[in-house]
């Protein structure tokens, strides 16, 4: 199975991915815990060109986070989904589709294509949007925001509404849950919903 986690920066879909990877080893099945940006050498360092680098266009911001997603399946999702492991990974494509494709105004469906193209159509079998409002997000995040957090209000807005959007459009793969309760009981939710 693969679970991807979704959410505004500061909405808890990290800390939820992590505990849904801790109590599926717990039952013993074989999971992969991994995220994007990042999750190989190459994603890596994509991720701190973007994030902590200094201006990078949006189209460009778009396609380096696209090859980070490429490089991630071939190298990590695809052979761990091959040999029957569990694959839980904090961000996936959606987040450039919301991110990029709804607050940068590049079009959702231009960068869902651009997307899916990259990954060869691999899509989650669920998709965990962990929900919570812009200023509760902003909030979460305080001042230690990388490149992307630091674009707070309208960028924001437009990225939750995006991501509402993709909710609505794939409700088969979408749980769209509170990130407003606690900790416990989200987790508790989130494991109910993957079983």
């Given at each position: 199975?693969?679970?991807?986690?979704?959410?505004l920066d500061?909405?808890?879909?990290?800390?939820?991915?992590r505990?849904l990877a801790?109590?599926?080893a717990?039952d013993?099945v074989?999971?992969?815990?991994?995220r994007?940006?990042?999750?190989?050498?190459?994603?890596?360092?994509?991720?701190?060109?973007?994030?902590?680098?200094?201006?990078?266009?949006?189209?460009?911001?778009?396609?380096?986070?696209?090859?980070?997603?490429?490089?991630?399946?071939?190298?990590?999702?695809?052979?761990?989904?091959?040999?029957?492991?569990?694959?839980?990974?904090d961000?996936?494509?959606?987040?450039s589709?919301?991110y990029q494709?709804?607050?940068?105004?590049?079009?959702?469906d231009?960068?869902?294509?651009l997307?899916?193209?990259?990954?060869?159509?691999?899509?989650p079998?669920?998709t965990?949007?962990?929900?919570?409002?812009?200023?509760t997000?902003?909030?979460r995040?305080?001042?230690r925001?990388?490149r992307?957090?630091?674009d707070?209000?309208?960028?924001?807005?437009?990225?939750?509404e995006?991501?509402r959007?993709?909710?609505a459009?794939?409700p088969?793969?979408y749980?769209v849950?509170?990130?407003?309760?606690?900790i416990?009981?989200?987790?508790?939710?989130?494991?109910e919903?993957?079983?």
């Amino acid at each position: 199975m693969f679970v991807s986690f979704e959410g505004l920066d500061g909405c808890g879909k990290t800390t939820q991915a992590r505990l849904l990877a801790e109590a599926l080893a717990a039952d013993g099945v074989d999971v992969i815990s991994t995220r994007e940006p990042g999750g190989t050498p190459l994603g890596e360092e994509i991720r701190r060109l973007v994030l902590h680098g200094d201006h990078v266009a949006p189209w460009a911001e778009a396609a380096l986070y696209t090859a980070a997603r490429a490089q991630h399946v071939a190298e990590v999702i695809r052979p761990a989904l091959g040999r029957g492991a569990t694959v839980v990974c904090d961000r996936y494509l959606d987040s450039s589709v919301a991110y990029q494709g709804g607050g940068r105004r590049l079009g959702v469906d231009a960068v869902l294509e651009l997307n899916l193209a990259a990954v060869e159509g691999l899509l989650p079998d669920l998709t965990v949007l962990v929900e919570i409002d812009p200023e509760t997000a902003a909030g979460r995040v305080g001042d230690r925001r990388d490149r992307i957090e630091q674009d707070l209000g309208a960028l924001w807005t437009r990225v939750d509404e995006t991501y509402r959007e993709l909710a609505a459009r794939f409700p088969g793969r979408y749980v769209v849950v509170d990130g407003r309760r606690s900790i416990a009981d989200l987790a508790a939710e989130i494991r109910e919903r993957v079983r």
